[in-house]
C-alpha cells in the first residue's frame, strides 16, 4: 500500500506560481507512476500530469502543457507539480495518485489517491 499526503497548496495571484508536493509513505514508492489530478467546483475530476516511475516519461493535459511540470525524487519518495503562470481557471483541489499500471491519463489507472490541497488563483 501507498499513502500520499499532498502540500504546497495556497492562494496566489493570476501569473504567479506555487509548487505542490506529494510525499508517499512506504518503500515501494519507485515502483508506481505517479500522477496530479484535480478537480474544481461543480466539474469532474480532471487529469493534470503523469510521470512513468523513473522519471522518463511525462505527459500533461493540454490546457497546463507549456506551465506545468512534474517531476519526482524517488530517494525522498516525493512527486512535485511545478505550477508557473498560473490562471484562475486553475483553481481546484489538487490531488496525487500512484499507479502500478503505468503513467496513464485516466483516473481508473490510479488505486491511491491523497487527501488532496487547494489552490486557489485570482484575477
Known amino acids: 500500500q501507498v499513502q500520499l499526503v499532498e502540500s504546497g497548496g495556497g492562494l496566489v495571484q493570476a501569473g504567479g506560481s506555487l509548487r505542490l508536493s506529494c510525499a508517499a509513505s512506504g518503500r515501494t514508492f519507485s515502483r508506481y507512476a505517479m500522477g496530479w489530478f484535480r478537480q474544481a467546483p461543480g466539474k469532474e475530476r480532471e487529469f493534470v500530469a503523469t510521470?512513468?516511475?523513473?522519471?522518463?516519461?511525462?505527459y500533461y493535459a493540454d490546457s497546463v502543457k507549456g506551465r506545468f511540470t512534474i517531476s519526482r525524487d524517488n530517494a525522498k519518495n516525493t512527486v512535485y507539480l511545478q505550477m508557473n503562470s498560473l490562471q484562475p481557471e486553475d483553481t481546484a483541489v489538487y490531488s496525487c495518485?500512484?499507479?502500478?499500471?503505468?503513467?496513464?491519463?485516466?483516473?481508473?489507472?490510479?488505486?491511491?489517491w491523497g487527501q488532496g490541497t487547494q489552490v486557489t488563483v485570482s484575477s
Open positions: 510521470i512513468s516511475w523513473d522519471g522518463g516519461s511525462t
Open positions: 495518485a500512484a499507479s502500478s499500471t503505468g503513467a496513464l491519463t485516466t483516473s481508473r489507472a490510479y488505486a491511491y
